[in-house]
């Protein structure tokens, strides 16, 4: 049973990101402000809930949320800043765009850096212990999942509709037999004998 609030605050925000094991693709974050009565039986951590799920979950957290928003942190700026420093500017990035301004911040993991005055704690599996960030980590996922089908269209060969960005088999032998694209990662060992590969 996920938890409604860990510090009290009625303004708490629940912040998450997904993407960052990704050979392509953005890493996404997003963060949610949940009313304190809210509860539904199928928000848990998005890893754990189905694609399906994560789809019905979606338009009743926005429908219900009192503020939520995402952002799409694309190849270049994680290749510019590492995928840690991206995780925690998407983070930040989007509870900055809340329309609510959050008193309090529980961020899933163990790495944040302190935003403007607001109060922050680190959870590790957060997304398991709190509604606000399972909520988080499902709008993330989506909208992660809806940016790699679009981008699938340009690049089918990689089969990113599917393997949305991770390194599977599959992926790495499209990267060896295609080269890479605009929309992978560069400054990430996307093939095991990367080295030896003029990429």
């Known amino acids: 049973m996920l938890l409604s609030n860990y510090s009290g605050c009625e303004f708490e925000a629940g ?13 996404t974050a997003a963060a949610v402000i949940l009313p304190k009565d ?11 809930l189905s694609e399906k ?5 979606r338009p009743i957290i926005e429908a219900e949320a009192i503020s939520c928003q995402y952002v799409h942190l694309h190849a270049p700026v994680v290749d510019k800043i590492n995928v840690l420093q991206a995780s925690i500017k998407g983070m930040q990035d989007s509870i900055l765009a809340l329309r609510q301004k959050p008193e309090y911040i529980i961020v899933d993991g163990n790495k944040f850096k302190p935003l403007e005055d607001i109060p922050f704690s ?8 709190y509604l606000s960030i399972a ?10 999942d809806d940016f790699m089908n679009q981008i699938h269209e340009e690049f089918p060969m990689y089969n990113w509709k599917k393997n ?10 499209a990267i060896r037999k ?22």
């Open 178 to 199: 295609y080269g890479i694209t605009k929309y992978h990662r560069q400054s990430f060992r996307l093939l095991p004998d990367q080295l030896t590969l003029d990429l």
């Open 135 to 144: 909520a988080a980590s499902v709008i993330a996922k989506t909208y992660r």
């Open 122 to 129: 680190t959870i590790v599996k957060g997304d398991a212990k």
């Open 53 to 57: 799920k994560r789809e019905l979950l």
């Open 15 to 27: 912040t998450d990101e997904a993407g960052r094991g990704c050979l392509a693709g953005p890493v």
């Open 164 to 173: 949305k960005g991770y390194p599977t088999k599959e992926h790495r032998e």
């Open 38 to 48: 809210f509860s539904h039986e199928l928000l848990n951590d998005s890893k754990q």
